[in-house]
């Protein structure tokens, strides 16, 4: 029997206006739905504290040794489920629930200013707005250097990319919960066979690389 697939999914607790936060709201309704009986799910809700994410982050990576993690945010301009490509380094300079901000403004010390997702989110985002949910989906490369984005590049820095943010619109403007959840489900499907898609081309690439070299 294949090993299941590790999957860690977040949200963040409430903060500023958003005294519900539609992230952990979205990712609680994921967890009911679940990513299929391959996929073994872990789910989180972080706090909005930029030295709570850095101690959080590196235990989550050490200890499950995910596939994928996704970070889930709420977004007050989203009006779609939104597609984070890329996170940040620099520009942190939003005080958070502790009245907080890195006295660097940045993540992480010598990182490189951006760090990408190894996933194509333009992919995921038209194969989702192509199979006929009613959630509309787009895709952003600026998280908005907050607690969304810090968490993102740290995420993309531990796990060498292989991380997703996904913004949402506050509850009812205008998905319920319901369909954020269903959204989230169809968008990290579509990330898990993409990476599954690499992981055997990879594979195939490295034993075409090791055929070859046996006939040199």
């Known amino acids: 029997m294949a090993t299941k697939k590790k999957v860690i999914v977040t949200g963040f607790e409430p903060f500023g206006e958003h005294a519900v936060n539609s992230s952990w709201v979205a990712v609680q309704e994921l ?17 909005v504290e930029y030295q709570a994410v850095k101690v959080l982050l590196p235990t989550l990576w050490k200890e499950h040794q995910p596939q994928l993690v996704v970070h889930v945010g709420v977004s007050g301009l989203a009006t779609t489920v939104t597609l984070e490509q890329c996170g940040h380094n620099k ?11 890195p006295a660097s403004q940045c993540c992480m010390d010598r990182g490189p200013d951006c760090i990408h997702s190894v996933i194509d989110m333009r992919t995921v985002c ?15 490369k600026d998280a908005g250097r907050y607690l969304c984005d810090y968490t993102y590049y740290t995420s993309l820095y531990l796990g060498e990319g292989h991380s997703a943010f996904i913004h949402v619109p506050p509850l009812g403007k205008p998905y319920s919960s319901q369909e954020l959840g269903r959204a989230l489900q169809a968008a990290i499907q579509e990330m898990l066979k993409l990476l599954e898609l690499d992981h055997k081309h990879n594979k195939h690439c490295n034993h075409k690389h090791h055929h070859q070299h046996d006939y040199v």
Request: charged share 25%.
């Open 91 to 101: 520009g942190y300079k939003r005080l958070d629930n502790c009245s907080f901000c």
């Open 126 to 140: 038209q194969r989702v707005n192509e199979s006929g949910l009613r959630v509309a989906l787009s895709v952003s």
């Open 31 to 47: 967890e009911r739905l679940g990513l299929g009986e391959a996929v073994d799910l872990h789910v989180c809700e972080v706090p």
